[in-house]
């Protein structure tokens, strides 16, 4: 993926590095494990240790915060949907693969599903249910509705996040940023057509 | 009686314009649950083993483990020791636990031994000698034929012929009946006879009856061109958004209430309560929206039954089982495969005269039936011949449109091939032979003047091969198709309330294609109202059945019973209201908001006035279809539309590129035309879809899916729309026939048409769909060799 991709999936801020994740797996595989947070040395730095069993994750959603218990593997998506009952972003294909899970972390257009929920912590996390304000649509929800740019309607959330982050990037977006940033996300009843006319019409009106 | 028809194109306020879905605000900002969002207090998380092997018995099951686990809270074991599984992802064991975290570890605990045994997942065509003959038909057999549509003829035939290895019970019949049996296939089970099951089980390779009609042989011989193909389509999967599955939770010791994702609300507590054992009224259904089906979603399935019975066992607690995305690839669902060598033969006007077609596919354990080809021509002379491969993929099931793609991949591949032979342009080849093409010719050839404007045919066409430019190749390819989509059972029941508002209460369901904006629309033009007016209550058991969402028999069914209704409690305001209007009940009309006396401004009340004259009970009515009782027939059945497709090929690495596509269909009466118009859109996307990327590949080493996630199970991206062109056939000739379903009919000729479009560019056919790169690159080099 190339650096300005919305889509693309860093760990910004945790410092952690794939191979760095192997080598905590690893330590902490062989430690006891311990009440609290185990701090421990990887790859020449100090690294929290969370787990196994539950443990405090304290999330910003919406502009709402909320601490939960939950184990350390869940993901974003699943505590969103399972602990804060947050279902706008859909569980589709589980692994960074068709985008109907979108959400926004800070300003990163993130994969909900790829993403731990411990990792989320400290960060503004925003769902497709926070864009209506005051009971009155989004212009890009609106646009979706205009357009009849949802069927079933399952991807539908993860297109208005998608479409919401690239214009907010690209107010006049070209039809190559457009190709990039729908790039990350999957429709099976077919309503592409619906969408494409849909990102015009919110470009024009400045969503 | 008062009148139930559609109102005329003048009177018609609301049907037939764009009018947008009534459920998209609650789709575009989150708000709409779906099944898969139900979280009830104390929910279990369900999770099932699944079996790895293709095919294998089973030696052993321990679950104690598991069992002993905190937080898992039921476990309840699938398979029998000593069962066989026929598919890899079968499901073995069950087991609820308090989040999904422990269910998944408890399902890693449970031990199960197995003994693998040979299997097979090809598809390959079948060597000669192969295929053991035909035989009686099991109840399975039977089955399969009502899901692949056998014709009745063939049915009645091959029963007469063979007999059957079950005795049918009057269940089984009525069950059958339901799904579409004719009587006539009835009484021909019936009298059946009755042979024993051969010990040695089901032959993985079953010759269906042959099929002869006219003089093949002699239609050959005298034919003035010849040409012969090889076409077909693989296996593809269903990948619904929304996973199969359900929720389910004892509220106490007989009553069940289920959350599931379904096409079919109405039809699941009957489907439930007898492997639960208990009553379906029992059982309370509830759905409000679905993340599609296509088809794979009318039944209650082994892993929804299991939910229920974990509930059971843990007291009753809810329990969410919804499948992986893995599981909902490999297990929920897959389109059969059907491949054929044909040969098909014309005189040099291009006038077809004769067609024989050796076809072989898989439906899975099922075999699958012979498609129905050729399709749509009703070729006088023709010979076919079918070896269906029972294997061990996975049960196949519904896929919008069941066998139409593929018998029209079969089909216009063969015409578009013997266009070619003559020299033709296919335009005047199917031209040419609309004569054989059915009830719908008159439809095709107005669908074909005004497709063939919309995609440029005339300028845009060139000789195969002969539209290159560097390692470009670009070509046309076009398909015509066929559907009934009459409307199916429903009923409602439509109720005005003292204050004016409305509600209609039906047990159907919207699955993404806009039968809730359907139903308001109807009840709206007829009451004269709003179609926000309209309060619709759907998707429960709770209120009157209405069938399941398939073959596109929702728009006619649901808009039948709702005009009915409407109309008839429309009637009895009207009898509540004359008396202050000075007039009769039949000289009222309820138009833009009033009710007044007909052509008489003066004597008219709002509607809420109006309904204030009712007293303090509201009106209800129910509205049935069909209804003999309140004719006319509101919705028809029969449905003509053309495809046309433009791509583009790159001959060095294979890649296709779809460039334009142009769907015009026939629907009748449309109710909608944005969401009829979005059906055809979709439609093409999806026939896009699985024209080039989709196909469920089976590993030959392992018996199990390789692509059972969405990034090797490629679907169609936004970036592989090209431009697409969609025209409704509406006004005279097609209003007046009253509403047909639109669901299935436009994605059957993408496909066919797109196929076309590459051998056109090509100058050479690529056998099979998906056409992927290396098909075509294989192609490419056949041609370069031959």
Redesign the interface.
């Known amino acids: 993926m190339k650096e300005d991709d919305p889509k693309t999936l860093t760990q910004e801020g945790s410092g952690v590095s794939r191979r760095d994740f192997l080598k905590i797996s690893g330590i902490s595989a062989a430690s006891v494990p311990l009440i609290g947070t185990k701090v421990v040395e990887a790859a020449g730095a100090p690294v929290k240790v969370y787990g196994p069993g539950k443990t405090p994750v304290t999330l910003m959603v919406n502009g709402a915060k909320h601490t939960l218990q939950i184990e350390p593997r869940v993901t974003l998506l699943d505590a969103l949907r399972d602990n804060l009952d947050v279902t706008g972003p859909k569980r589709v294909c589980d692994r960074g693969e068709c985008g109907a899970c979108t959400v926004m972390i800070d300003k990163k257009l993130s994969y909900s599903c790829s993403t731990l929920a411990i990792d989320a912590q400290g960060k503004q996390i925003t769902t497709v249910e926070s864009l209506a304000e005051g009971g009155r649509l989004h212009p890009v929800q609106q646009a979706f509705v205009d357009n009849d740019a949802s069927q079933c309607g399952f991807c539908t959330p993860g297109f208005v996040m998608a479409t919401k982050a690239l214009l907010d990037k690209h107010p006049q977006p070209t039809p190559e940023e457009i190709r990039r940033g729908l790039a990350g996300n999957f429709c099976r009843c077919g309503t592409y057509f619906g969408i494409r006319h849909a990102v015009a019409q919110a470009a024009q009106k400045g969503a | 009686m008062p009148d139930y028809s559609w109102p005329t194109a003048e009177n018609r306020t609301l049907i037939g314009k764009r009018i947008?879905?009534l459920?998209?605000?609650?789709?575009?900002?989150?708000?709409?649950?779906?099944t898969?969002?139900v979280?009830r207090p104390g929910m279990l998380f369900g999770k099932i083993v699944r079996s790895p092997y293709a095919k294998a018995k089973i030696l052993s099951i321990d679950t104690s483990a598991a069992e002993k686990m905190p937080g898992v809270k039921a476990v309840h074991v699938i398979q029998k020791v000593g069962s066989t599984v026929q598919w890899a992802g079968t499901e073995v064991v069950a087991l609820a636990a308090v989040?999904?975290?422990t269910a998944a570890d408890a399902a890693r605990a449970v031990q199960v031994k197995y003994q693998p045994a040979s299997y097979l997942v090809s598809d390959a065509e079948p060597q000669p000698g192969q295929a053991e003959a035909a035989g009686p038909m099991s109840n399975d057999d039977v089955w399969d034929a009502i899901d692949n549509q056998m014709p009745e003829a063939a049915f009645i035939d091959y029963i007469k012929t063979h007999g059957i290895t079950f005795h049918p019970a009057e269940d089984d019949l009525k069950s059958m009946k339901g799904e579409g049996m004719s009587d006539a296939g009835i009484e021909a089970l019936r009298k059946a006879e009755y042979h024993e099951p051969s010990g040695s089980g089901h032959t993985n390779y079953q010759k269906a009856a042959a099929q002869v009609t006219g003089d093949p042989d002699k239609a050959f011989a005298e034919a003035e061109a010849i040409s012969e193909g090889l076409y077909g389509s693989s296996v593809i999967a269903h990948?619904?958004?929304?996973?199969h599955g359900s929720m389910s939770e004892w509220t106490d010791k007989d009553h069940l209430e289920v959350h599931i994702s379904t096409q079919n609300v109405s039809g699941i507590p009957a489907q439930m309560a007898e492997p639960l054992k208990t009553t379906a009224a029992n059982v309370h259904v509830h759905q409000d929206?679905?993340?599609?089906g296509?088809g794979s979603k009318f039944s209650a399935d082994r892993w929804d039954i299991t939910a229920a019975e974990l509930s059971r066992k843990a007291g009753g607690k809810p329990v969410r089982m919804?499948l992986?995305?893995s599981s909902e690839l490999m297990v929920a669902g897959c389109r059969p495969s059907a491949y054929a060598r044909v040969k098909i033969g014309a005189k040099k006007d291009g006038t077809v005269v004769a067609w024989q077609s050796q076809s072989w596919g898989t439906g899975g354990p099922g075999g699958g039936g012979m498609p129905p080809t050729p399709y749509v021509f009703n070729i006088p002379n023709l010979r076919k011949e079918h070896v269906a491969i029972r294997n061990n993929i996975g049960p196949a099931r519904a896929w919008r449109a069941p066998n139409h793609p593929q018998a029209a991949i079969i089909t216009m591949g063969a015409m578009d091939d013997l266009a070619a032979k003559l020299n033709m342009d296919p335009l005047e080849l199917w031209l040419k032979n609309l004569n054989i093409a059915g009830p719908r010719e008159k439809t095709y050839r107005e669908e074909f003047t005004i497709a063939s404007d919309l995609m440029g045919w005339k300028d845009k066409w060139k000789p195969r091969g002969q539209n290159v430019s560097g390692n470009m190749a670009s070509g046309l390819g076009l398909s015509l198709h066929t559907w009934g989509g009459r409307g199916h059972a429903s009923d409602c029941d439509v109720t005005i309330h003292p204050d004016g508002s409305v509600d209609i209460k039906m047990g159907s369901q919207d699955?993404?294609?806009?039968t809730r904006t359907t139903i308001a629309i109807v009840a709206a033009e007829t009451l004269g109202l709003p179609v926000e007016a309209i309060k619709l209550y759907i998707g429960d058991t709770s209120y009157p059945p209405s069938g399941g969402s398939g073959g596109s028999t929702t728009p006619g069914g649901v808009s039948s019973s709702t005009r009915r209704g409407s109309v008839d409690v429309r009637e009895m305001l009207f009898e509540k209201v004359a008396p202050t209007l000075n007039a009769k009940p039949e000289e009222l009309e309820a138009v833009n908001g009033t009710v007044r006396v007909k052509g008489d401004a003066s004597r008219s009340l709002s509607w809420k006035e109006a309904c204030s004259k009712m007293g303090a009970v509201p009106l209800t009515a129910r509205g049935k279809n069909p209804d003999k009782s309140k004719l006319p027939d509101l919705t028809n059945s029969g449905v003509g539309g053309v495809g046309m497709a433009e791509v583009e090929v790159d001959t060095d690495t294979g890649i296709v590129k779809v460039k334009k596509m142009v769907a015009v269909q026939d629907c009748g009466l449309i109710i909608d035309l944005?969401?009829a118009?979005?059906?055809c859109?979709?439609?093409?996307?999806?026939g896009i879809?699985y024209a080039l990327f989709e196909e469920k590949v089976m590993d030959q080493a392992t018996g199990r899916m390789l692509n059972p996630?969405?990034?090797f199970y490629r679907?169609?991206?936004?970036?592989d729309?090209p431009e697409?062109v969609v025209h409704m056939m509406t006004g005279k000739g097609y209003d007046e026939r009253g509403v047909i379903g639109l669901g299935e009919p436009p994605v059957i000729s993408p496909g066919a048409a797109i196929a076309n479009a590459v051998a056109n560019a090509l100058g050479t056919r690529v056998p099979f769909i998906p056409l992927t790169p290396d098909r075509v690159l294989a192609a490419l080099e056949h041609k370069a060799g031959a």
């Open positions: 947008s879905r459920d998209s605000p609650d789709k575009v900002s989150g708000r709409a649950k779906y898969y969002d979280h989040d999904e975290g990948c619904c958004m929304e996973s929206h679905m993340g599609g296509f919804m992986e995305r699955i993404g294609t806009g944005k969401m118009e979005s059906s859109y979709g439609a093409l996307i999806m879809s996630d969405m990034q679907l169609a991206g936004y970036n729309i697409l």
